[in-house]
């Protein structure tokens, strides 16, 4: 039994699909900063406010100067850049991953699912090989090397994409929800941010 579930995670697979996904989740990265710029997030909900909520057991955390926490965001730019791009990958989503954490992490008011989800993929792609293909690291690297990556990081993306979206869906099934003019007043909020207005956009 534990034989055949090493070789259901561990089988040799092309890593295309995981390259594509890298490329795909840094441009979304790349717009969401970009976001964070124009709507001034560090003033707007970190250094602006006179009181933060945090999370329980992350009281610890507080928010940097103003000046720090931008120079924080700029890096995380970079960082998705570089994700896009896959050069200096692992170094660059170890920073993405910290960075946005931080964020995330400093007021439980601006807690959202898709935030969230961003903090799960990213720490869960420092340990996968996405910059196998399509990246600088492949043209750069001279010896001939395997393109091929274990099954499971194809199965802990799909496992992690889905499970937020398959919960939200069976919470969605309410009154409150489905009853009322509310998911008509989140798609409209929802078309002023860059990254879910796209999406928004894209499904109508």
Same mark, same amino acid.
């Given at each position: 039994?534990?034989?055949?579930?090493?070789?259901?995670?561990?089988?040799?697979?092309?890593?295309?699909?995981?390259?594509?996904?890298?490329?795909?989740?840094?441009?979304?990265?790349?717009?969401?900063?970009?976001?964070?710029?124009?709507?001034? #997030?560090?003033?707007?909900?970190? =250094?602006?406010?006179? &009181?933060?909520?945090?999370? %329980?057991?992350?009281?610890? *955390? !507080?928010?940097?100067?103003?000046?720090?926490?931008?120079?924080?965001?700029?890096?995380?730019?970079?960082?998705?850049?570089?994700?896009?791009?896959?050069?200096?990958?692992?170094?660059?989503?170890?920073?993405?991953?910290?960075?946005?954490?931080?964020?995330?992490?400093?007021?439980?008011?601006?807690?959202?699912?898709?935030? #969230?989800?961003?903090?799960?993929? =990213?720490?869960?792609? &420092?340990?996968?090989?996405? %910059?196998?293909?399509?990246? *600088? !690291?492949?043209?750069?690297?001279?010896?001939?090397?395997?393109?091929?990556?274990?099954?499971?990081?194809?199965?802990?993306?799909?496992?992690?994409?889905?499970?937020?979206?398959?919960?939200?869906?069976?919470?969605?099934?309410?009154?409150?929800?489905?009853?009322?003019?509310?998911?008509?007043?989140?798609?409209?909020?929802?078309?002023?941010?860059?990254?879910?207005?796209?999406?928004?956009?894209?499904?109508?």
């Amino acid at each position: 039994m534990l034989k055949k579930i090493r070789q259901f995670l561990f089988e040799p697979k092309d890593s295309n699909i995981v390259s594509v996904y890298r490329i795909a989740f840094g441009l979304f990265m790349i717009y969401q900063m970009f976001y964070y710029f124009e709507i001034d #997030y560090v003033y707007q909900f970190m =250094s602006g406010p006179q &009181m933060l909520f945090p999370y %329980d057991s992350f009281e610890f *955390i !507080k928010p940097l100067s103003s000046s720090s926490l931008r120079y924080i965001q700029f890096g995380m730019l970079i960082s998705a850049i570089l994700i896009t791009i896959g050069f200096l990958y692992r170094y660059a989503i170890i920073f993405f991953f910290l960075g946005f954490s931080y964020f995330f992490l400093i007021d439980t008011t601006i807690y959202n699912n898709h935030l #969230y989800l961003i903090c799960l993929l =990213s720490f869960a792609l &420092m340990f996968m090989d996405v %910059d196998k293909k399509y990246s *600088i !690291k492949s043209i750069l690297t001279k010896k001939e090397h395997s393109k091929l990556i274990p099954a499971w990081h194809q199965y802990l993306l799909i496992f992690l994409i889905s499970l937020p979206y398959f919960y939200g869906g069976i919470t969605k099934l309410s009154y409150n929800w489905l009853g009322t003019d509310l998911p008509r007043i989140i798609m409209e909020y929802s078309k002023q941010d860059i990254l879910f207005g796209l999406i928004s956009k894209n499904a109508t």
